[in-house]
């Protein structure tokens, strides 16, 4: 099963340092499924926002922890220079997914008061956004508005984000680092006939392509 497939395919091309870039179609839309439940899984084939966050989206930006690092020390294209800063960001995030909660709970212990006058703040400053941005940004796009009622909501929905994140994290350090099994490379699939058969289509994909693509 692949985790941040798209962020596996930006960074595979960031290292083979050839300009290739990922381009997008409109007219190629691509079936998916967004989860219906937060916590229990309705169907076989369609998971829930939690297992998505915990064993998939958030755990596969702490399982490329090492490729973030690498592009942003070793890569220097023209076309590379632009994701420095994104780059920084994510990596600053990374961190404090680790620093989180054990410096809220450190806080909490030695000045419950201070911490929770925190949580509070934080708590109004993100409805005052979430109402603004709702009320005021989208006013003239009503089919893009939500009730005031989801609005009030959305700092409970953070706080749940926040902590399927930080389980992300513990999934990821248990089971895959510093284990970090790798998975079937793709030239292994082709070899299977795992591939779909578009993809081996030598009338599709250049020659010159194909060699760098199954490496």
């Not at 692949?2 to 300009?19: P, V, Y």
Request: proline residues 6%; aromatic residues 14%; charged residues 15%.
């Amino acid at each position: 099963e692949f985790h941040g497939e798209d962020l596996q395919m930006g960074l595979i091309l960031r290292r083979l340092g050839r300009g290739y870039t990922i381009g997008v179609n409109a007219l190629q839309p691509v079936p998916t499924t967004a989860p219906s439940s937060l916590l229990y899984e309705p169907r076989k084939d369609e998971k829930s926002l939690a297992v998505q966050r915990i064993f998939s989206w958030d755990m596969a930006a702490h399982y490329f922890l090492s490729q973030y690092v690498a592009l942003l020390l070793f890569n220097w294209e023209r076309c590379s220079l632009v994701l420095k800063p994104f780059v920084i960001i994510e990596l600053w995030t990374l961190v404090m997914d680790w620093l989180r909660f054990p410096l809220l709970a450190l806080l909490m212990y030695t000045r419950w008061e201070d911490g929770i006058t925190l949580l509070i703040v934080l708590t109004l400053l993100q409805l005052a956004i979430t109402l603004i941005f709702n009320q005021f940004v989208l006013r003239k796009r009503a089919d893009l508005q939500t009730s005031v009622y989801l609005c009030l909501l959305f700092p409970l929905y953070n706080v749940i984000m926040v902590m399927f994140r930080f389980a992300g994290l513990i999934v990821n350090a248990l089971f895959f680092h510093p284990w970090n099994v790798p998975g079937t490379t793709i030239q292994d699939r082709d070899m299977e006939g795992q591939l779909p058969p578009n993809i081996l289509d030598d009338q599709q994909v250049p020659a010159n392509m194909r060699t760098e693509y199954w490496k």
